[in-house]
Each structure stands twice: as structure tokens, then as C-alpha cells.
């Protein structure tokens, strides 16, 4: 039995997630869920494999403000580990005292790191790779998960910390900024809670789009500012932009196009899908000049509320 104990650049309150990160990576891998055990600093997993014959553990350790990740691959006998039944498919499950047993005994060996970890791991995995294939499968599968747990984490944070946004603003990096960021500034002076992306940070990267669905689906309504060559990027199924208009189509929230100086409806390129189109050809607002004036911000109101107001009425129609 070898083990592996690291700490993780995670916060205490990502420990459910990280959890199911790791459950996902060896069920999609083929191995079987054999219990769970959740303590008050302590949350452990065990998998056996397909062949029921090797089992690991994992267990994520609360230790001051810091979370550590523990875990072993060992032969799996039934007869010396205690099971409580099977699932619905006949696999065995660990009886909870088992698991907490198990993890116990990884959690207790001398703190190692990983580096070090992984060469001690060396010669018992590889030296038959037959019978260590299963082992070696494992610590493949963990140290796969907890590679991007760090940033997965940092987006998952941006998904529980966007459930309470009144408006979402939609932009440009490189033409509608400035005015994105003026518009953010001016309904945070008023109490609002706006969800703007920093214009530092790449807003087309894979984790980040799941914070921005998140946020649309979670703000009031949506506003799209519309600039000089707005849709030409729209024809990439990955690009920012029309990730967030379509988030805010299936979640149905209502979308206010804010049209700069220099957009034209006309000058759309060709492939950009008509969704998209029929999404921001709505009454919306158009701004004469910059900065945003009273009069703009008034507009913007008053478009949010008849836009909100008929979402109720439609909501109690239904």
C-alpha cells in the first residue's frame, strides 16, 4: 500500500466540488462508486475497479484553512474490508465505518510530497504492469482531475458567487470596454449588482463560459452593447460574445441591444447565425454620444422595465 498526502489550492468550500471532480474522473474511467464517508473535517470516496479487484482512497482533510488530499490504491479482499450490501448493479459497498477506517490510515502516514510520493509510487506500479495496471489507472485518474482542480475551483466560485446579479453587461474587448465599464460603474453608485467581466482577463477560455452561463441565468436581464464590427467574431461557436447572448436565450432573459456610435445592423458578415441577430433586433437604446449621460441611463431603465414588467405579466399568464 502506498500513499500520496498534498495539499491543494483550493478554499475549505470547495471541497464538495472537488469531490465530485474526482468521482466523475473514475466513473467515466469505468470504475464503481464503493461508498462515501463526510465527517466534519474529513471527506472521503472510495472506487473499486471493473474487475473488483483493486480499491481507492480518497480523502480531502480541512487542516486549519488549507485542504489536503489523501490517497491510496490497495487490493480490494471483501472479506477483511467491511461491505454494507450491493448497489442496484451488484457492485459492493464499504460500510461507512470502513471508509472512515480506511481513510484514517492514509491520512495518518508522514506528510510526503508529491514529487517524493511519486517516486516512492514508481517501483510498486510499474514494476508489473499487469497486475499494477488497475494501480497505476488510479493515481493516473487523481492526478488528471487535480491538475486543473485549482482553476476549476476559481470557476466554480464565480458560478455560486453569481446568483444574484440585476444586470449582466455583454461587450466587445476591444471597442465596447470602456463604455461597458462606465455603465458598470455608474449601477454600482446606484446599488445595483452588475456582473462585468475585468477587461484583463481572456473572456474566451473553456472554465470561464460555465461562470458566464451561470451569471445570465442568474441576472435580470441582459444587456448587449453593440459596436462597430460586433458580430464578426459571432461565426466561431466559441466566441465570448455569442456564448452569452445564446446563455441568455435558453434561459430566456431579456436582452437590451445598447447601440454605439459606428454599429450598423447592415454590416453583419455572412454566417452569423439568425438567432443571434433576431436576439439584439428588439428595441433597445442608442447612444448619441459618450460617456453615458442621464438621458442614455434613463433609456436603459425604462427599457429594463418594461422588459422585466413583461416577463412577470407573461410568467402569470402562464
Given at each position: 500500500?502506498?500513499?500520496?498526502?498534498?495539499?491543494?489550492?483550493?478554499?475549505?468550500?470547495?471541497?464538495?466540488?472537488?469531490?465530485?471532480?474526482?468521482?466523475?474522473?473514475?466513473?467515466e474511467?469505468?470504475?464503481?462508486?464503493?461508498?462515501?464517508?463526510?465527517?466534519?473535517?474529513?471527506?472521503?470516496?472510495?472506487?473499486?475497479?471493473?474487475?473488483?479487484?483493486?480499491?481507492?482512497?480518497?480523502?480531502?482533510?480541512?487542516?486549519s484553512n488549507k485542504v489536503f488530499c489523501s490517497y491510496k490504491v490497495d487490493e480490494f479482499d471483501s472479506k477483511t474490508i467491511e461491505t454494507d450490501g450491493e448497489d442496484e448493479d451488484g457492485n459492493p459497498m464499504l460500510a461507512v465505518g470502513a471508509i472512515a477506517a480506511l481513510a484514517a490510515s492514509a491520512i495518518a502516514f508522514p506528510m510526503a510530497t508529491l514529487g517524493a510520493a511519486i517516486i516512492g509510487l514508481g517501483a510498486a506500479i510499474f514494476s508489473d504492469t499487469t497486475e499494477n495496471e488497475p494501480i497505476a489507472q488510479a493515481i493516473s485518474i487523481i492526478r488528471r482531475q487535480l491538475t486543473d482542480i485549482e482553476e476549476a475551483a476559481f470557476a466554480q466560485r464565480r458560478i455560486n458567487n453569481a446568483r444574484r446579479y440585476d444586470i449582466f453587461i455583454s461587450y466587445r474587448h476591444d471597442k465596447g470596454r470602456d463604455y461597458g465599464r462606465m455603465l458598470y460603474e455608474a449601477y454600482k453608485k446606484?446599488?445595483?449588482?452588475?456582473?462585468?467581466?475585468?477587461?484583463?482577463?481572456?473572456?474566451i477560455v473553456g472554465p470561464i463560459n460555465d461562470a458566464t452561463r451561470e451569471a445570465v441565468n442568474n441576472s435580470k436581464v441582459v444587456l448587449v452593447i453593440l459596436t462597430e464590427g460586433f458580430f464578426d467574431k459571432c461565426i466561431n461557436k466559441d466566441d465570448g460574445c455569442r456564448?452569452?447572448?445564446?446563455?441568455?436565450?435558453v434561459a430566456d432573459k431579456p436582452i437590451i441591444p445598447i447601440r454605439l456610435p459606428g454599429y450598423r445592423s447592415s454590416a453583419v458578415p455572412d454566417g452569423v447565425p439568425e438567432h443571434l441577430l433576431d436576439a439584439v433586433n428588439v428595441q433597445g437604446v442608442s447612444i448619441a454620444s459618450l460617456p453615458p449621460d442621464v438621458t442614455a441611463i434613463s433609456e436603459i431603465n425604462l427599457r429594463m422595465r418594461v422588459c422585466l414588467r413583461k416577463m412577470r405579466n407573461e410568467k402569470v399568464s402562464e
Open positions: 500500500m502506498q500513499v500520496v498526502n498534498e495539499e491543494i489550492k483550493v478554499s475549505t468550500k470547495d471541497i464538495p466540488f472537488v469531490a465530485r471532480r474526482i468521482r466523475d474522473g473514475f466513473l474511467d469505468g470504475w464503481t462508486n464503493a461508498g462515501y464517508s463526510s465527517e466534519k473535517r474529513c471527506t472521503s470516496m472510495a472506487f473499486l475497479d471493473s474487475d473488483k479487484k483493486f480499491i481507492a482512497i480518497i480523502s480531502l482533510e480541512k487542516k446606484k446599488g445595483k449588482k452588475v456582473f462585468f467581466y475585468p477587461p484583463a482577463r481572456n473572456r456564448a452569452e447572448i445564446e446563455a441568455a436565450l
